[in-house]
C-alpha cells in the first residue's frame, strides 16, 4: 500500500548556484534562465551569470593558483582521484542529469557518466609523470648542466564543450588543474546542470575553493570578459563556435594569452596527453658544473 506520507509532500526542487572561490553564490544580477531537456521540458532554472561573476571567479582562480600550483604533483594526483571517489557515490545522480541534458537512453548516460570518472582517474595518474615526457636534462656544449622543467601557464578560461555536457566537461577542466593551473569554467549554455552538480563534488573532494570555479549563463556574454581579462593568462575555447571564436581569440591577444582553439574532439577516445601540455611553459635553468679534487673531474 503506498504510504499517505508520500503522498502528502511537497516536492523539493533542487537550487542550482555558481561555484565561485569554493562557495555557492547565486548570480550577482540575481537573474536565472530555464533549462530544458531534449524534448522541451522544464528541467531547472540555472544562475545567468554575469561580467561581475566572472571578474569574481578570476580573483578567486587568481587566489587559488598559488599554493596549487605549489602543490607537489602527487598530492594533486591524490585530490583528483578523490574527486573520481565521490562521483562514484553520486554516480546515479548523474546519470539522470547527463540522461536528461543530452536526451540519452539511461545505458548510454550510465557510459558517458563512467568514462567520465575513469578521465578523472587518468588525469590523476599523469600529474607525477607528465614532467618527465616534457622535461629533462638538455644536452649542451660547456661545463653546464641545462634543464628543462614544466609549469603551470596560471589562470585558465575554459568554455566547456557546448554537446558533451559532462564528460566533454571534465576533459577540459582535469587536465588544466591536473598540472597546476586554476580555471574559470563557463559550463554548456544549454545543459549546464551536470557542471553545476559537479561543483558540488569539487566542494566536497579535496579541490581546494578557487581552483575550480563554474558559471552558468550565456556563453558568449561570459567570455567576452574572460578573454579580455588582463588576470587570465590563457583561454580554452572548446565550447565556442567559429564566429565567437575569433572574436575571443582577438581580445585575448591584448595581453598575449595562450589560445587552444577550438576543433573536433572525440571524447570518448583516449584522452592522449595534449591538453596536459596544453597549457604548460618551459622553464630552462642552466647550471655550472664544478671540478671535484686535483684530479679535476666535474659533476
Known amino acids: 500500500m503506498k504510504s499517505t506520507v508520500d503522498a502528502d509532500r511537497l516536492g523539493v526542487f533542487k537550487t542550482y548556484k555558481l561555484y565561485v572561490g569554493g562557495k555557492f553564490p547565486r548570480s550577482e544580477s540575481g537573474r536565472v534562465y530555464e533549462v530544458t531537456d531534449s524534448k522541451g521540458k522544464w528541467l531547472a532554472n540555472a544562475p545567468l551569470s554575469s561580467r561581475k561573476d566572472a571578474r569574481d571567479a578570476v580573483v578567486a582562480a587568481r587566489k587559488a593558483f598559488g599554493a596549487w600550483s605549489g602543490a607537489t604533483a602527487y598530492n594533486r594526483g591524490q585530490v583528483l582521484y578523490r574527486v573520481a571517489e565521490m562521483l562514484e557515490g553520486r554516480r546515479d545522480q548523474f546519470v539522470r542529469e547527463v540522461a536528461d541534458a543530452e536526451g540519452l537512453s539511461k545505458s ?5 557518466v563512467d568514462a567520465a570518472i575513469d578521465r578523472w582517474v587518468w588525469y590523476a595518474g599523469w600529474t607525477d609523470k607528465i614532467a618527465q615526457v616534457v622535461g629533462g636534462a638538455n644536452p649542451v656544449a660547456g661545463p653546464f648542466f641545462n634543464l628543462s622543467t614544466p609549469e603551470p601557464t596560471g589562470v585558465v578560461a ?11 566537461l571534465v576533459s577540459v577542466i582535469a587536465p588544466a588543474i591536473a598540472t597546476g593551473n586554476t580555471v574559470v569554467v563557463v559550463a ?20 581546494p575553493g578557487g581552483v575550480v570555479n563554474i558559471l552558468s549563463g550565456r556563453t558568449a ?29 582577438t581580445a585575448a591577444a591584448d595581453n598575449l594569452k595562450r589560445v ?40
Do not use: C, M
Open 108 to 112: 548510454k548516460a550510465a557510459a558517458v
Open 158 to 168: 575554459v568554455l566547456a564543450p557546448q554537446e558533451s555536457s559532462f564528460l566533454g
Open 188 to 207: 554548456s549554455e544549454g545543459a549546464p546542470l551536470p557542471a553545476l552538480s559537479l561543483a558540488e563534488v569539487l566542494a566536497t573532494s579535496d579541490v
Open 221 to 249: 556574454e561570459i567570455a567576452a570578459p574572460l578573454a579580455s581579462h588582463q588576470d587570465v593568462n590563457a583561454i580554452d575555447l572548446a565550447g565556442a563556435d567559429e564566429d565567437l571564436a575569433k572574436e575571443l581569440e
Open 260 to 299: 587552444l582553439r577550438p576543433q573536433p574532439v572525440d571524447f570518448t577516445a583516449a584522452p592522449g596527453t595534449g591538453r596536459l601540455t596544453a597549457f604548460l611553459e618551459t622553464k630552462t635553468v642552466w647550471h655550472p658544473t664544478g671540478s671535484l679534487g686535483a684530479s679535476g673531474s666535474a659533476y
